[in-house]
């Protein structure tokens, strides 16, 4: 499951960032984020939900994690929230840049993981997953959209088929395939369907 951080503050004008403290910070989310980081942290806490088709309650979260070019913590701000109230250690081992590397990193385990990126490079972090319906992964996630979640489900491996696989594509034959879907959040007042 992967989701964007919570809302961000306007660029020089209201809404403004505040920190967990609700001090001042451009590099934190705006209160509406803050919002939306707690009701994330509901929402999973009680996944599966019939209303939130895909979700599940996950036992690994990520989240992009700080670098000397990225001053932002808005995805482990976001991410915060969820992990606490799941007693789950939040990973913030890889940052901006490593998405092959954090692809990898969830592949090892069949855990349901929730990530938390920047939204710019969702799509190329999903690139490295083998996705069965990837003509329907969209090629960027919509800028003006906080409240979605895109999900990977892993398919059911059919008898025989991981040598095919193998030979096929030439991946490794015990590499999982996944069906790509977007679950629209509809957490917080303003938040909307799929379109």
């Known amino acids: 499951m992967f989701v964007r951080h919570g809302e ?5 004008a209201a809404p403004y960032g505040v920190n967990k403290l609700g ?8 209160p509406r984020g803050w919002s939306r980081a ?21 036992t690994r979260i990520f989240a992009t994690g700080p670098s000397h070019q990225t001053k932002s913590h808005r995805e482990i701000d976001t991410a915060n929230p969820t992990a606490e109230r799941l007693d789950v250690t939040l990973e ?11 692809a990898k990193e969830i592949l090892t385990s069949a855990e349901p993981t929730l990530v938390v990126w920047h939204h710019g490079e969702l799509p190329h972090l999903l690139s490295q997953f083998k996705i069965i319906n990837a003509d329907g992964v969209p090629s960027a996630w919509p800028e003006d959209r906080f409240d979605l979640v895109w999900v990977l489900q ?9 040598a095919a696989t193998a030979t096929a594509t030439g991946a490794p034959a015990n590499e999982p ?6 679950t629209p959040q509809l957490l917080l007042a303003g938040d909307k369907p799929v379109s």
């Open 177 to 182: 395939t996944y069906r790509f879907s977007i």
């Open 38 to 58: 707690g009701a994330l942290a509901a929402l999973f806490s009680h996944a599966p939900l019939q209303s939130h088709g895909g979700l599940t309650r996950p």
């Open 154 to 162: 892993r398919e059911p491996r059919a008898a025989g088929a991981g």
């Open 92 to 102: 913030t081992k890889f940052t901006h840049g490593e998405e092959p590397e954090l």
């Open 23 to 30: 001090e001042p910070d451009d590099h934190s989310l705006s």
């Open 8 to 12: 961000k503050p306007a660029h020089k």
